[in-house]
């Protein structure tokens, strides 16, 4: 079985765009539950409402795989997913060592959506002497004193770091030294790496933050349409009429004629 040391997926060398690769797995997640309810077909306005993108986007991401769909038809459901987990790397096993197993760590090791997605949990990472040997989802818990040899020998090229922040750059440094190319990273810090190394964080406060932004703009707006026109200012008066002749501009008419537009001071 292949490991995630022996391959690397071929998007870059294939000139994919870096915003094209970020949707693969949208379209993926809506093709495999198509998939799943054994849907042969699919259009491109039907496969763009699911992944959230507009079609014209999706028939241009597609276009970078060399599948154009059939006119009348759609796309082959089954043929597009096995061509872009093809493309994502998804078609041999990917190795992961979760470093930090706190509640976070254990929730993502419980996680079933890395096995049907083509990653293997390798082993799961703790500096506390007391999680050693503790079974986390199946899976018992590994001493940080062993992570390098860990990685050596389960061929390990992705590391998921959940830690405190503390420590984040630590770790990432220690596992970047070990071989881990590709790093996703759950610690509230940014992290910084060498060339050849990607990273993907993951901030769930930041983007609860940004959810509140919203919420505290429609609630504004729904505060405003509530209150309703401000019936305390005086109204208007308008100004009288000019007599016909009498601007001292004859050279300038407004909309209706004979009336300037912007009436002199």
């Known amino acids: 079985m292949a490991t995630g040391r022996t391959h690397r997926p071929a998007t870059r060398s294939r000139g994919i765009p870096e915003a094209t690769v970020a949707r693969l797995p949208l379209y993926l997640r809506a093709l495999t539950a198509l998939s799943e309810r054994s849907v042969p077909t699919v259009s491109s306005e039907e496969l763009a409402t699911a992944a959230g993108v507009n079609s014209a986007k999706l028939r241009k991401d597609f276009s970078y795989l060399g599948s154009y769909g059939t006119r009348g038809v759609g796309y082959d459901v089954e043929y597009l997913v096995y061509q872009i987990s093809r493309e994502l790397g998804l078609t041999q096993d990917w190795p992961v060592v979760i470093v930090g197993i706190g509640n976070l760590g254990a929730a993502l090791a419980g996680y079933g959506g890395f096995a049907s997605r083509g990653f293997r949990v390798a082993a799961l990472i703790d500096a506390d002497p007391a999680m050693t040997g503790r079974p986390v989802?199946?899976?018992?818990?590994?001493?940080?004193?062993?992570?390098?040899?860990?990685?050596?020998?389960?061929?390990?090229?992705?590391?998921?770091?959940?830690?405190?922040?503390?420590?984040?750059?630590?770790?990432?440094?220690?596992?970047?030294?070990?071989?881990?190319?590709?790093?996703?990273?759950?610690?509230?810090?940014?992290?910084s790496v060498p060339d050849g190394?990607?990273?993907?964080?993951?901030?769930l406060s930041i983007?609860?933050?940004?959810?509140?932004?919203?919420?505290?703009?429609?609630?504004?707006?729904?505060?405003?349409?509530?209150?309703?026109?401000?019936?305390?200012?005086?109204?208007?008066v308008a100004a009288p009429p000019a007599p016909r002749g009498a601007t001292g501009d004859t050279g300038r008419k407004g909309p209706d004629g004979d009336v300037p537009a912007v009436m002199p001071a």
């Not at 405190?164 to 996703?184: E, F, K, M, W, Y």
């Open 137 to 191: 989802a199946g899976i018992p818990v590994q001493h940080s004193d062993d992570l390098e040899k860990i990685i050596s020998e389960d061929g390990v090229s992705i590391g998921v770091i959940a830690t405190p922040a503390g420590v984040a750059q630590q770790v990432c440094d220690r596992l970047v030294a070990a071989g881990v190319t590709s790093i996703l990273n759950f610690a509230p810090t940014v992290l």
């Open 207 to 236: 983007e609860l933050q940004i959810l509140a932004f919203h919420e505290q703009r429609k609630a504004g707006e729904e505060s405003s349409a509530e209150e309703g026109p401000d019936t305390d200012a005086e109204p208007a």
């Open 197 to 203: 190394v990607d990273v993907r964080k993951v901030d």
